[in-house]
């Protein structure tokens, strides 16, 4: 869950984190195992615009962080007529060629700037009309001591990973490091490897 894996490096950080969730939600249970606190949002829309400006209004916080365009807005009618701590939006966008890259709704006009983790994405911004002084690339952390090991450790891991697996020590084997969802095309790979081993005709070559 990436939420709980950015209030982990925060935490890690010393900064305090605090989970807005609807009560009783896989989301909520997950962040309470993980020692994350928890602010337990009502159900309905109503109790849960009152708790949202509550909790807005009762601490000194630096950012508040959005995950969807729904919570975003839930956040601006909770807080009408006050003040909003400063906001960060994530959303997750279709980076493909045309016209739509960011969900339906998001307030562009009212964004203050961009971050892309890719330049790709940075591109797919750009071609959606948003002007290159108004987005900045920052790409996706990665904790480099997690994977880095001398050989001899690398050796004893890499077999220790085969073993696991059932694999042989001369067995050719492809690995992926990445989100894996449709547009990663992973599926892909996995045909045309399975059509290379039957030996079929790849599509497009056939005389």
């Given at each position: ?57 009762a ?70 009309g ?29 077999g220790?990973a ?46």
């Open positions: 869950m990436q939420t709980l894996a950015l209030a982990a490096g925060l935490a890690a950080k010393g900064h305090r984190q605090v989970i807005a969730a609807i009560a009783g939600s896989p989301g909520a249970q997950r962040a309470a195992l993980a020692g994350v606190e928890v602010l337990s949002l009502p159900p309905g829309i109503a109790g849960r615009l009152l708790a949202l400006r509550r909790a807005a209004a601490g000194p916080w630096d950012t508040i962080h959005l995950h969807d365009v729904p919570s975003l807005k839930d956040l601006g009618r909770a807080c009408v007529g006050r003040a909003i701590p400063r906001r960060v939006l994530t959303v997750r966008g279709d980076v493909a060629y045309g016209d739509r890259v960011l969900p339906a709704g998001t307030p562009m006009r009212k964004v203050g700037h961009f971050v892309a983790v890719s330049e790709w994405v940075w591109s797919a911004l750009v071609r959606a948003i002007e290159e002084e108004r987005i900045t690339v920052v790409h996706t952390a990665v904790d480099l001591a997690r994977f880095t090991r001398n050989p001899g450790q690398m050796q004893t891991l890499r220790a085969r073993v696991a697996m059932g694999l042989a020590e001369d067995e050719f084997v492809v690995g992926t490091v990445l989100h894996l969802t449709a547009a990663k095309g992973v599926e892909h790979l996995i045909e045309a490897v399975r059509k290379i081993r039957a030996k079929e005709t790849p599509p497009g070559d056939e005389r």
